[in-house]
């Protein structure tokens, strides 16, 4: 596997469930994102982790719980959520977190979740 | 407010034509200016970026983009399109306050490649 790899690619959940999100970074990258990108809407930042340590927490609801135990992997932990939620979740890697504009981030292909 | 627009939605062209996509940012100084593209099922690549410089940017898959500070656009241009770059193509910034920065994206173009 090269590159930024997400599992699962597509998830249906009831608003009941709870399930993760994986994503994995095979570049030796130490930043790892979570964004959200919903339709005719922006891409939205939703965390940063640098060096395993979450950096940024854009007021995204509790009810998402990201999770970044090493470097090369990062969950984002999903409880009870809403229809709103519905949307494709990406994730992306980075030399680091610093001066974003020097370090270009690689993306994932994404997780297309809907919650029932 | 700070933001960065691309005005149209979705554009058709015709296989072989000439593209020209367009990104306008509201920012008190010239942000750092970026295009990616997200082809169907897969995340975001860099096309290209512009820090400061020539404004006329050459990026890869043949695109460049050319930045103007009097009408604050960064628009994306192609001579000559290959329905494989049917895709949609998003404009994104950083400002340039050297502190936390963060990618704000605009809505993004979808583009339609006939043949």
């Known amino acids: 596997e090269t590159g930024v790899t997400q599992t699962p690619r597509h998830l249906v959940m009831g608003m009941t469930n709870k399930k993760s999100l994986k994503c994995e970074q095979h570049l030796g990258h130490n930043a790892m994102y979570w964004y959200k990108q919903s339709a005719k809407k922006p891409l939205e930042l939703m965390f940063v982790?640098?060096?395993?340590?979450?950096?940024e927490n854009n007021s995204v609801p509790s009810r998402f719980s990201p999770e970044c135990p090493n470097s090369s992997h990062l969950f984002l932990h999903l409880h009870t959520l809403q229809p709103e939620d519905s949307a494709l979740y990406l994730c992306?890697?980075?030399?680091?977190?610093?001066?974003?504009?020097?370090?270009?981030?690689?993306f994932g292909p994404g997780t297309r979740l809907t919650v029932l | 407010a700070q933001s960065v627009t691309q005005p149209d939605i979705h554009i058709t062209v015709s296989e072989g034509a000439s593209l020209e996509l367009r990104c306008n940012y509201s920012y008190g100084a010239t942000p750092y200016l970026f295009w990616y593209v997200q082809s169907p099922g897969q995340g975001l690549q860099l096309l290209l970026k512009y820090f400061s410089g020539d404004t006329l940017v050459q990026g890869i898959k043949g695109f460049e983009a050319e930045f103007k500070r009097s009408q604050s656009s960064f628009n994306l241009r192609k001579p000559s399109v290959h329905w494989s770059d049917a895709a949609e193509y998003f404009c994104?910034?950083?400002?340039?306050?050297?502190?936390?920065?963060?990618?704000?994206f605009g809505t993004g173009t979808r583009l339609t490649i006939i043949p």
């Open positions: 982790y640098n060096f395993k340590e979450q950096t």
């Open positions: 992306a890697s980075s030399q680091d977190r610093a001066r974003v504009s020097y370090n270009e981030q690689f």
């Open positions: 994104a910034v950083v400002p340039m306050n050297f502190g936390n920065e963060k990618l704000t």
